[in-house]
């Protein structure tokens, strides 16, 4: 089954046909990159990790380099299962398995549960990625929309008592990002969160939560639904990639033994043993907290300049929801399709991603764009701003000098 998303496309003229995924690379010299989904240089901590390799390899000389590679890779595992227990989810190593990243997890499970007759519940908008990966299973779809609060349950159980009143199949998957949304930056309320537990038990269907963000908050961060869930209907996928380095590839999944085993089978990769040792070099000499207070420290603060940017430069016809933790600010520009409107933001020396690739049906996305704070510095934050507010063809009221 191929999937419909093609990112480059809408920029093909421009960038000479780049795959999807690579026109990043090709951005106009100097151009602020609103659009980057990864930490800024000056947050990967690539001094530690070159430390960590040096101390691996020092001490393990060719081990690590083998397929059954270096004995610091089960400490990756236990430094997991304890960072789960202190998230307050159980974690023993029979319930979680360790994967290339989130994306491979994601995979997995959908390789596990799904199937052509499956009906999956996606939110409106959701990360583009995940869409894709659904798409090679089945093509039966719930979407939900997303509001300040996130995913909107209410909607979600009148759609379901609808499904069960008219004899339509029921879903077997949920994927919710309910923590720092990616591309919305929305968190689901605690009642929600409780409410969702309870319609996946009355309705029976199994809950993947995506927390790829979810200890990036700028203040407490709220409790996971994985440690909410008192039925094993959450399959809790984390990820290092937004908290340490994206490119070490380091994800995992905690779920049932039922499920983890499954996976397993299916996981053919045959690890990566370097990586994982080399994470585990880093973290056992790593203050992990004081970490993360580093990075949620600085992300707050730009995600504070984007704000007050968005407000100083946009049209007041343009809204958006403000984050509490994360990478992301949604924008909604009433009118504008924000698919034409790159083209000219990246003449400006800007870029964003358009809203559309982040839902199924397209046409809802239209409206909208979502900016990173994640990357480019402050100055920049602000600057890339102030040229979106030029670019983006809403009529701004003129008004008179207060003097």
């Known amino acids: 089954m191929k999937t419909a998303f093609h990112f480059s496309k809408d920029i093909e003229m421009a960038f000479k046909n780049d795959p999807p995924g690579q026109w990043l ?42 397929y059954l590679g270096s004995p610091r890779v089960p400490q990756l595992k236990k430094f997991l299962q304890e960072r789960m227990v202190q998230r307050g989810v159980e974690a023993s190593s029979s319930k979680l398995i360790v994967t290339s990243g989130a994306c491979q997890a994601i995979d997995l499970i959908a390789r596990v549960l799904l199937d052509d007759d499956a009906v999956v519940i996606v939110e409106s908008p959701t990360y583009m990625e995940a869409l894709e990966i659904f798409q090679n299973y089945t093509e039966h779809y719930m979407t939900i929309p997303i509001d300040e609060d996130g995913l909107q349950t209410e909607l979600l159980a009148s759609m379901l008592a609808n499904r069960k009143e008219k004899g339509l199949p029921l879903p077997r998957l949920l994927y919710t990002i309910p923590t720092y949304q990616n591309p919305t930056g929305t968190t689901l309320s605690t009642e929600r969160r409780q409410h969702v537990l309870a319609l996946a038990e009355q309705y029976d269907f199994l809950i993947l939560e995506d927390d790829a963000y979810g200890e990036l908050g700028f203040h407490d961060n709220p409790s996971l639904l994985k440690a909410m869930d008192t039925n094993n ?40 043993p370097f990586n994982e040792a080399t994470m585990a070099s880093f973290l056992e000499v790593t203050n992990f907290d004081g970490h993360l207070k580093f990075l949620t420290s600085a992300y707050e603060s730009k995600c504070a300049s984007m704000l007050s940017a968005l407000e100083e430069f946009l049209p007041p016809a343009v809204s958006w929801f403000v ?80 003097e």
């Open 25 to 66: 690379s090709t951005l106009p010299p100097n151009c602020l990159r609103l659009s980057s989904g990864y930490p800024a240089p000056a947050l990967v901590p690539s001094e530690e990790i070159k430390k960590a390799v040096t101390r691996l390899l020092d001490e393990e000389r060719d081990l690590p380099l083998h």
């Open 233 to 272: 209907r959450v399959l809790y996928v984390g990820s290092l990639s937004k908290v340490v380095a994206p490119g070490m590839r380091i994800g995992w999944v905690v779920a049932d033994q039922q499920i983890i085993e499954p996976l397993n089978w299916f996981k053919k990769d045959l690890s990566h």
């Open 323 to 402: 984050p509490k933790g994360g990478y992301f600010v949604w924008v909604k520009i009433p009118g504008v399709d924000t698919s034409k409107m790159l083209p000219k933001a990246l003449a400006a020396g800007v870029s964003f991603v358009p809203g559309k690739y982040f839902f199924l049906d397209q046409e809802k996305g239209l409206e909208y764009l979502r900016l990173s704070f994640s990357y480019a510095n402050e100055e920049e934050i602000v600057k890339g701003v102030e040229l979106l507010g030029q670019v983006t063809g809403v009529n701004i009221p003129v008004t008179e000098d207060a």
